[in-house]
């Protein structure tokens, strides 16, 4: 269930009740909670649920129409989404309504009413998960503890990366060859926050030179509402759990030499032997162009008449 959303984590196996069910269907799950234990220690029970449809387990995803109480009283109602609209799928919480002991809730799935008779009826995994809270400064310390790339291994990363872009360009035809600097280049700045880099991170299984800092991808990801888009690589936009992030001590060492000038330097390129070499960004000041007439048009400005048009005499 970790899967479904990765912050807040369930405690331990963190499952109190789970059930199959179908978009129709009606069904309740009981299960016992220490609530006044759970309050004090910070922990939350949440209502996730996964479509079974999916090879992957991805963010929530909930039937058309959803209602739900909590022990007799209402906890959720999923509406469908406005037309041309995309839902934003989430979890929810059930802490507030939990009582001591013995709960029971009750959920009523609606499909969608134009759904085909002879279509067969999507099925959901709904779970209901104790989870206890973890910072940004805890996610990033757990990164750096299972983190084990070294300088080595991210170097034979990027010269992997470098050598199947020459096989590939070398694959090309001669009217369809791709040219310059594309897949080679390592920007200072962090793609997520736009400010130079502090400490090198990427995906273990990302397939790009471009790194990012590691500070502002988990505090933006932990931040983010929208479940189905959270923990996705902002270089190449695939799923990146925290799990999956390793620093990269590599282009941290090139990073380092660079460290105050990232407003000067566009990029780093890399040769194919991995040498490398800095891209400087010019940034001209825009000149405004002369008024017609240059300096005549000036010259008659200046001798124009002022004409006071108050009343005060």
């Given amino acids: 269930w970790g899967r479904v959303d990765e912050s807040p984590p369930p405690v331990g196996s963190g499952l109190l009740r789970?059930?199959?069910?179908?978009?129709?269907?009606?069904?309740?799950?009981?299960?016992?909670?220490?609530?006044?234990?759970?309050?004090?220690?910070?922990?939350?029970?949440?209502?996730?649920?996964?479509?079974?449809?999916?090879?992957?387990l991805g963010g929530p995803a909930w039937p058309h129409r959803v209602q739900g109480k909590l022990n007799g009283k209402h906890c959720v109602a999923i509406d469908p989404p406005k037309h041309?609209?995309?839902?934003?799928?989430?979890?929810?919480?059930?802490?507030?309504?939990?009582?001591?002991?013995?709960?029971?809730?009750?959920?009523?799935?609606?499909?969608?009413?134009?759904?085909?008779r002879d279509e067969p009826d999507?099925?959901?995994?709904?779970?209901?998960?104790?989870?206890?809270?973890?910072?940004?400064?805890?996610?990033i310390a757990r990164i750096r503890t299972r983190s084990t790339?070294?300088?080595a291994s991210g170097r034979q990363r990027v010269e992997r990366l470098l050598t199947q872009q020459a096989a590939s360009r070398e694959g090309q035809e001669e009217e369809c060859?791709?040219?310059?600097?594309?897949?080679?280049?390592?920007?200072?700045?962090?793609?997520?926050?736009?400010?130079?880099?502090?400490?090198?991170?990427?995906?273990?299984?990302?397939?790009h030179i471009q790194v990012f800092d590691l500070q502002a991808y988990i505090a933006v990801n932990q931040r983010m509402r929208s479940l189905d888009k959270r923990w996705t690589c902002p270089v190449c936009s695939l799923p990146l759990r925290p799990d999956e992030v390793i620093l990269d001590p590599f282009a941290q060492g090139i990073l380092d030499t660079l460290r105050g000038d990232e407003d000067t330097i566009d990029a780093v390129v890399?040769?194919?032997?991995?040498?490398?070499?800095?891209?400087?960004?010019?940034?001209?000041?825009?000149?405004?162009?002369?008024?017609?007439?240059?300096d005549e048009a000036t010259n008659e400005a200046e001798?124009?008449?002022?004409i006071d048009l108050s009343d005060s005499e």
């Avoid at 999507?122 to 996610?139: K, M, N, Q, W, Y």
């Avoid at 997520?192 to 990302?206: F, N, W």
């Fill in 303 to 306: 001798r124009a008449e002022l």
């Fill in 84 to 116: 041309l609209h995309v839902r934003r799928e989430q979890c929810y919480n059930l802490t507030p309504l939990l009582r001591h002991g013995a709960n029971t809730l009750e959920l009523k799935f609606s499909p969608k009413p134009d759904k085909p």
């Fill in 18 to 56: 789970h059930s199959y069910a179908s978009c129709s269907s009606t069904f309740s799950l009981s299960f016992n909670a220490q609530a006044t234990q759970w309050r004090k220690q910070q922990w939350a029970v949440h209502l996730r649920a996964a479509h079974l449809g999916q090879t992957d």
């Fill in 270 to 294: 890399f040769n194919e032997d991995c040498t490398w070499s800095t891209v400087t960004a010019e940034k001209e000041a825009l000149k405004e162009p002369p008024a017609a007439g240059g």
């Fill in 149 to 151: 790339e070294t300088v």
């Fill in 122 to 139: 999507e099925g959901f995994c709904v779970g209901v998960v104790l989870t206890r809270p973890r910072s940004v400064a805890s996610i």
């Fill in 177 to 207: 060859k791709v040219t310059g600097n594309f897949g080679r280049t390592l920007k200072p700045l962090c793609p997520v926050s736009l400010c130079p880099i502090e400490e090198a991170a990427i995906g273990r299984c990302c397939n």
